[in-house]
Structures are given as structure tokens and as C-alpha cells.
């Protein structure tokens, strides 16, 4: 099949299924697809993970819960996607612009598109990835071709043996975990929760399954039930709680390694601490700073002031400064100010991005009025901070080899 060919199928299945696809090879994009306009595509972010991958079909998940599905040719890689399960928030979308080094207007064009790309789950792209596969190479592939382990042996020994049921295979040891993870999700305390990865073993509920892989499935699902009600308890957003437990579960679910799952496990934990510590700082959540910080989350790229969000929560800004600062223990400005320098502390530690450019897309009203802010927060210019960023990230990658 020639190129024009694959595209018109390429092209087709875009219109059908409402998600980009696009043609690619190692040195870049040759075709690419969508009925949602987009200022870039989004696979820029991750086409050297998925130029990566060892299999001629499947399907890669990102960190922010997206996935593509592939298939391998010899024209080239069919990519399509990114699909998701359930939308992602405005500001993340913004943010994923901005990384794709779109400009503060550009990224708001660029958030609303992708909001129009049809939401659906990882099975369902899998299939479409099915029928692209039979229509192209006569393939009859199910998604289990798709989705089991390469590596058959290394987990059918990790298979308990056959036979009579072992007695206490795997002592509980949930009773001071859980209830130490409970009050960690719940105040959000990252601190806490480095040491206890550092000095606790993870959670055992007992004996869930005969198979090992099982066993760790069953053991994600029971720990994100646990933190997912905790992180409510914290001020969390319950329909953000619950929707992100059925993403990791999800995810969980596609394993088939089961140290693999240890990991998502930690990094799952890890989530929920840090999205409460941002609501709660101080470990105090209340109705009212879990509103403020959502608001906050929503509009970081947005000039966003006392007035603006006493406004969206029908409230005087006499009354909600005097009750943030009553219950949060720090004026409202600060907090904002707060929010902003951290987040351009992650754009400077993860994009080369100037400062004019980030001090831009956080609506700061010039660079100076940025550093200015910047060094008040953190006691140093926002150059410094990337520089020393970027030496202690040479350092770790050194030492990493």
C-alpha cells in the first residue's frame, strides 16, 4: 500500500472516530489527521516513547492518563490518538500548549480543541486499532494479542504453585498502614509520605489471589479505594477523586508486570498527597481553601486576584479575605502568590521557555513584576533557579548511570 492510500484510511478513521491519527516515522510526522483543529499535535510530546516501543501494534499510556494506539508498517507508524477517558482539566490543557511552545493565546485555541476530541476508553481505541490492523494486513488479533505480556515466562513464575490452599500466605499488615496513609492523603503531607516509603513495606491485605499478578491488581484497587476516600476527606474534589482512582485502576488493570504495578502504586499514592497538599499546605482543608485552590487550578494562567475569585464564589472580598486568612493562617494574596511561583518553578525546571514567555502565560503584568515576585518567594531570579535546577539535574543523571 502506498502513502496516499494509507493516508485516505488514515483519514477516514479520523473522521469516524473523532481522534487525530497520523502517519509518522523516525525523522517526524508525514501525514497527519483530525477533524479538531489543533494548533499542534500533541504526539510531539511523546513521539520518541512511542518511536520506542518494541511490539508492531499496542497501545502507550501517558503519565496524564492518555493513550495512543499504533501499528507498524512499512509505510509507517499509524498513530492514533490521544484519547482519553474522561476530559482533562482546562489549565492542564493550557499547560500542555505552552509545552508544545505555543503561545499564552494560542494554548487557550489549543485547550478548547482538545476538549473536542471524542472522550472514550483505552478498549475502544484498541478496537479501532483492530479493524485499521485487519483492513491493512488481513490480521485477526484480539485485544488480548494486544495486551498480553511478552514475557509469559517470567510471569508464570511468579504463579503461586498449585495445590492445596497455603495457610497465611501473606500476613495482613493493613491495620497501621492504612491508617497511616489515611491522615498522610488527608493532610497531604508530602513529607510524611517520603518517609513512609523510605521505611514502611507496602500495604498486604492478605491472601486475594492465587496468582501473583492478581494478587498485586487486587492489592492497587484495595489501596485506591482507601486514598481516593481519604484525599475526599482532605478537601479533594470528590468527582476528581473518584475519576482519578478509576484512571490508576485502570491503568493497573493493563500491567501484566507486577513490580511495574509497585511503582504505579507509589506514583498513585504520591498524586493524591500532592493535588490535597496543594489544597491544604497546612494540613487544615476547609470547604472554603479547597474552593479557592480549585479556582486557582482552573485559571493559573488567567489574572486572577482577591476580586476575581470572590466574584466566582459569591462572596465580598472583605469576607473571603478575612476568612481564608482566618482558616488558612496566610493572606489570600499570598497564597496566590504562592501558587503562581510554583507552578513557574515547574515551567522553568521542565521547559526551556524565557522568562518573558512564562511570565506571559501567567498573566504576570511585565518580566520585572515576574522576578520581582519570583525572588520574594524563593529568594533568588528565576534565571538562578533554572540554572541551579538544571545542575542538579546533570548531577542525578550522572549519578543515575
Not at 489515611?182 to 508530602?190: A, N
Not at 485552590?293 to 494562567?301: A, I, N, Q
Not at 522568562?355 to 533568588?380: D, V
Amino acid at each position: 500500500m502506498d502513502i496516499e492510500k494509507l493516508s485516505y484510511f488514515a483519514k477516514s478513521i479520523a473522521d469516524m472516530a473523532g481522534v487525530p491519527v497520523r502517519i509518522v516515522d523516525k525523522k517526524g510526522t508525514i501525514a497527519f489527521f483530525s477533524n479538531v483543529f489543533l494548533k499542534k499535535d500533541p504526539y510531539i510530546l511523546f513521539s520518541d516513547e512511542i518511536q520506542k516501543q518494541a511490539k508492531d501494534a499496542g497501545i502507550y499510556f501517558t503519565k496524564d492518563f492518555y493513550y495512543f494506539a499504533f501499528l507498524r508498517l512499512a509505510e509507517g507508524i499509524v498513530v492514533i490518538g490521544p484519547a482519553r477517558h474522561y476530559p482533562e482539566s482546562p489549565s492542564e490543557l493550557r499547560r500542555k500548549g505552552f509545552l508544545l511552545g505555543l503561545e499564552k493565546e494560542d494554548a487557550d485555541v489549543f485547550a478548547s480543541s482538545m476538549k473536542s476530541i471524542v472522550s472514550m476508553p483505552a478498549e475502544t481505541l484498541l478496537q479501532i486499532l483492530l479493524m485499521v490492523d485487519y483492513a491493512l494486513t488481513g490480521r485477526k488479533r484480539s485485544l488480548k494479542d494486544i495486551l498480553v505480556s511478552e514475557d509469559r515466562e517470567k510471569l508464570s513464575a511468579t504463579r503461586i504453585p498449585e495445590g492445596p490452599p497455603i495457610e497465611n500466605p501473606l500476613p495482613h499488615n493493613t491495620f497501621l498502614v492504612e491508617k497511616t496513609l489515611v491522615r498522610i492523603v488527608k493532610e497531604g503531607d508530602v513529607a510524611a509520605f517520603r518517609s513512609l516509603v523510605e521505611t514502611l513495606p507496602p500495604i498486604r491485605p492478605g491472601f486475594l489471589s492465587e496468582d501473583y499478578l492478581r494478587q498485586n491488581q487486587n492489592t492497587f484497587i484495595v489501596t485506591a479505594t482507601l486514598i481516593s476516600r481519604a484525599a475526599v476527606e482532605g478537601g479533594l474534589d470528590i468527582n476528581v477523586s473518584l475519576q482519578l482512582s478509576d484512571l490508576y485502576i485502570q491503568r493497573a488493570e493493563r500491567t501484566k508486570d507486577p513490580s511495574s504495578i509497585l511503582s504505579l502504586q507509589v506514583q498513585m499514592i504520591q498524586d493524591y498527597v500532592s493535588r490535597v497538599h496543594a489544597l491544604s499546605l497546612d494540613g487544615r482543608a476547609t470547604k472554603l481553601t479547597a474552593e479557592v485552590s480549585r479556582y486557582l487550578e482552573d485559571h493559573l494562567g488567567e489574572e486572577v486576584s482577591v476580586k476575581t475569585i470572590a466574584k466566582a464564589l459569591f462572596m465580598s472580598e472583605s469576607t473571603l479575605s478575612h476568612r481564608f486568612r482566618k482558616e488558612r493562617g496566610i493572606p489570600l494574596k499570598t497564597f496566590l502568590q504562592e501558587r503562581k511561583t510554583k507552578e513557574a518553578k515547574r515551567l522553568l525546571k521542565e521547559t526551556d521557555r524565557s522568562l518573558m514567555e512564562i511570565s506571559t502565560y501567567l498573566s504576570f503584568r511585565s518580566q520585572s513584576h515576574f522576578s520581582k515576585s519570583f525572588r520574594a518567594q524563593t529568594g533568588m531570579s528565576p534565571k538562578a533557579y533554572r540554572d541551579k535546577a538544571r545542575i542538579q539535574e546533570g548531577k542525578e543523571e550522572e549519578e543515575g548511570r
